[in-house]
C-alpha cells in the first residue's frame, strides 16, 4: 500500500483546510484510514479514523472542527478542517491499518505541513 498525501499549508487562525490522502496498491487489505499529526518537540498523535465500514473516531481536540470522510472507491481519504488554531500546527500524516495475510501492518504516508498563523 502507498499513501499520497497533500493539502497542507500556511493558514491564518480560524480558517479551513482539506487535506486528500490517496492510497494505491493493495488497498482491499485496508480496514482503517486515518490521520494523525505531529506538531514540534511532541509526539505523533491520533487525530481521526474511518473504518472500512464508515464508523469514524475523533481525538477530542478535534472534534466538532475536523471531519473525517472517504471516497466511495475508498481508496481516497479527506480531513476537512475548520476553525483552525495555532496549536493545529503540525505535520499531518496519513495512515494505513492493513491485515496482509496474517500479518497487521501500518503504512503511512510522507506527512503535509499544515501551519497555522496569522
Known amino acids: 500500500v502507498q499513501l499520497q498525501a497533500s493539502g497542507g499549508g500556511l493558514v491564518q487562525p480560524g480558517g479551513s483546510l482539506t487535506l486528500s490522502c490517496a492510497a494505491s496498491?493493495?488497498?482491499?487489505?485496508?480496514?482503517?484510514m486515518g490521520w494523525y499529526r505531529q506538531a514540534p518537540g511532541k509526539q505523533r498523535e491520533l487525530v481521526a479514523t474511518i473504518a472500512r465500514l464508515g464508523s469514524t473516531n475523533y481525538a477530542d481536540t478535534v472534534k466538532g472542527r475536523f471531519t473525517i470522510s472517504r471516497t466511495n472507491a475508498k481508496n481516497t481519504v479527506f480531513l476537512q478542517i475548520n476553525s483552525l488554531k495555532p496549536e493545529d500546527t503540525a505535520v499531518y500524516y496519513c495512515?494505513?491499518?492493513?491485515?496482509?495475510?496474517?500479518?497487521?501492518?501500518?503504512?503511512w504516508g510522507q506527512g503535509t505541513l499544515v501551519t497555522v498563523s496569522s
Open positions: 496498491g493493495n488497498i482491499f487489505s485496508i480496514s482503517v
Open positions: 495512515n494505513a491499518f492493513a491485515r496482509v495475510g496474517v500479518r497487521d501492518i501500518d503504512y
